[in-house]
């Protein structure tokens, strides 16, 4: 048994992950405050839905250059195409309608509770009984959430709740297929399992976007364009990448608590680039939420 096998020895932190890990957070949390500029040109289901099938098809070359199959047994296509509808196609229409009603920090943040959803629908799913720490980290996700409605006042309160009910839905609806993806496991090479979720979750939102948005590419700018190009290749594709290319060194235990930099890069590139608003209310969402998040990771 070597050193690091044996009970109770850390587990190695290997500085090349960790460099992975920083570019995946760095490019997620780029992409609220890009994702948010990018909606006042393009409608929701229009801009997600496009950037998504991009992005899927750039990542199905990305794996077959590196050697991994795109094929799928067929007794996994009803887990992929449940975790697809989950994890991308519910996530990308939720959080994109978010984004109209809400600041791009603040979407951030109630996206990043999805940890704490995890830990408490393991009981349902997974027959994982909630532990003190479980309950606290939920106690501590819905201060964050309440630090957000109440921040600005009854009137401003009543105008971000559609907005804060998206966001809240496509957070669960993602822990929903992190849960389930435990309980019904995808055997497929990484790169290749995320092009198939990304395409099957965002093509019938982009179909959708195109037939009933009315959607106006030529609006975009030259900026615009090319933030357009980042939300697809860096979030898609440089982002993803790096995320599985961070887990195969990493602990994942190490990886999960090291993506809670995103909701603070999104929440300050927000505030520096769209002149959002970065108040108590909002510093003190951003503490409740990441304390809750790293309970949760810790349950």
């Known amino acids: ?31 609220w405050p890009v994702t ?13 839905g496009t950037t998504g099938v991009i992005g899927a098809v750039l990542l199905a070359i990305l794996a077959l250059l590196w050697g991994q199959t795109l094929h799928v047994p067929r007794a996994y296509w009803p887990r992929l ?16 309608f978010a984004l109209v009603y809400l600041p791009a920090s603040e979407a951030a943040l109630i996206a990043y509770t999805m940890p704490v959803w995890a830990a408490v629908l393991s009981w349902p799913i997974l027959g ?59 055997d497929l090479p990484p790169v290749s399992a995320a092009a ?38 860096g979030q898609f594709c440089i982002a993803y990448v790096c995320w599985f290319a961070a887990l195969a060194r990493l602990p994942a235990s190490v990886a999960a608590i090291g993506t809670m930099a995103v909701p603070v890069i999104g929440v300050v590139t927000s505030a520096i680039a769209l002149h959002e608003p970065l108040g108590i209310g909002q ?14 990771t810790q349950s």
Do not use: H
Not at 36 to 45: H, M, N, S, T
Not at 198 to 223: H, M, Q, R, T
């Open 81 to 96: 195409v449940l975790a697809a509808i989950l994890n991308v196609g519910c996530w990308m229409v939720l959080m994109g």
């Open 128 to 186: 994982e009984r909630p532990n003190g720490l479980r309950v606290l980290s939920l106690v501590m996700a819905f201060a964050g959430m309440s630090a957000i409605l109440g921040g600005n006042g009854f009137a401003a309160s009543l105008s971000k709740l559609p907005g804060i009910i998206m966001a809240l839905g496509g957070a669960i609806s993602f822990a929903v297929g992190a849960v389930l993806a435990k309980k019904l496991p995808l």
């Open 1 to 31: 048994m070597t050193p690091e096998n044996q009970p109770g020895a850390k587990a190695r932190i290997a500085p090349a992950g960790i460099a992975f890990l920083a570019v995946t957070s760095i490019g997620w949390g780029f992409n």
């Open 196 to 233: 198939w979720q990304i395409g099957i979750g965002c093509l019938p939102v982009a179909i959708a976007g195109l037939l009933f948005e009315k959607s106006d590419f030529a609006a975009l700018s030259g900026n615009g364009w090319l933030l357009f190009g980042y939300s697809t290749v």
């Open 283 to 296: 510093i003190a969402a951003l503490i409740f939420t990441l304390a809750g998040v790293a309970l949760a």
């Open 36 to 48: 948010k500029y990018l909606i006042g040109f393009l409608p929701p289901l229009t801009l997600r």
